[in-house]
T-cell receptor, first 116, second 117 residues
Framework: DAMVIQNPRYQVTQFGKPVTLSCSQT?????MYWYQQKSSQAPKLLFH???????NEADTPDNFQSRRPNTSFCFLDIRSPGLGDAAMYLC???????????????FGPGTRLTVL | AQTVTQSQPEMSVQEAETVTLSCTYD???????LFWYKQPPSRQMILVIR??????QNATENRFSVNFQKAAKSFSLKISDSQLGDAAMYFC??????????????FGEGTQLTVNP
């Protein structure tokens, strides 16, 4: 089945130790998104890729970076995780960005990040 | 900036009965899209239903339907014949049609739905 896959499902890192979260998709979608969801809160968009075009949200901290080496994969890098970065990180994809019918976002199961 | 408000942090419903979840939003735009997403305890966000603002007809997907009131900026979700599997956090979301906004989904704070047997 076509899907959005996130690895690992649970990640533990130490304060200040770089960590990378992975997302892959078999949907062949053009757009990939990264959201941060803290406990009992709504997801918040960090950035997205439209093909290779990177789009950062204005309030996303510099500590967060992303890479998309090919259509299928997208990575979230946290350069120096702080305690406040502990959250669920959700990856999503959509076929396109705006045209009706192709903009539906499909989410992966998420990676729960713990910072010690 | 657009905002989405879900005024009911928690709701409960008896199995087989009907429940309505509320959502209001604030925008100055005329073209946009609205969504309801469901997030069960497994945490995978699943699209329930979507509505294009230019369509007057309310969207329906099986037991799920919306009441879209554009002038009132209201977008409620009705779940009919509630099932135990409907228990989840429900998020209302807004997406602008403006190119400059990219593809950002603006989510409400969510409503936790409990279905009682």
């Amino acid at each position: 089945d076509a899907m959005v896959i996130q690895n690992p499902r649970y990640q533990v890192t130490q304060f200040g130790k770089p960590v990378t979260l992975s997302c892959s998709q078999t949907l062949n979608h053009n757009v990939m998104y990264w959201y941060q969801q803290k406990s009992s809160q709504a997801p918040k968009l960090l950035f997205h890729y439209y093909d290779k075009d990177f789009n950062n949200e204005a309030d996303t901290p510099d500590n967060f970076q992303s890479r998309r080496p090919n259509t299928s994969f997208c990575f979230l890098d946290i350069r120096s995780p702080g305690l406040g970065d502990a959250a669920m990180y959700l990856c999503a994809t959509s076929r396109d960005r705006r045209r009706s019918g192709t903009d539906t976002q499909y989410f992966g199961p998420g990676t729960r990040l713990t910072v010690l | 900036a657009q905002t989405v408000t879900q005024s009911q942090p928690e709701m409960s419903v008896q199995e087989a009965e009907t429940v309505t979840l509320s959502c209001t939003y604030d925008t100055s735009e005329s073209d946009y899209y609205l969504f309801w997403y469901k997030q069960p305890p497994s945490r995978q966000m699943i699209l329930v239903i979507r509505q294009e603002a230019y369509k007057q007809q309310n969207a329906t997907e099986n037991r799920f339907s919306v009441n879209f009131q554009k002038a009132a900026k209201s977008f409620s979700l009705k779940i009919s014949d509630s099932q135990l599997g409907d228990a989840a956090m429900y998020f209302c979301a807004y997406r602008s049609d403006r190119e400059t906004s990219g593809s950002r989904l603006t989510f409400g704070e969510g409503t936790q739905l409990t279905v009682n047997p």
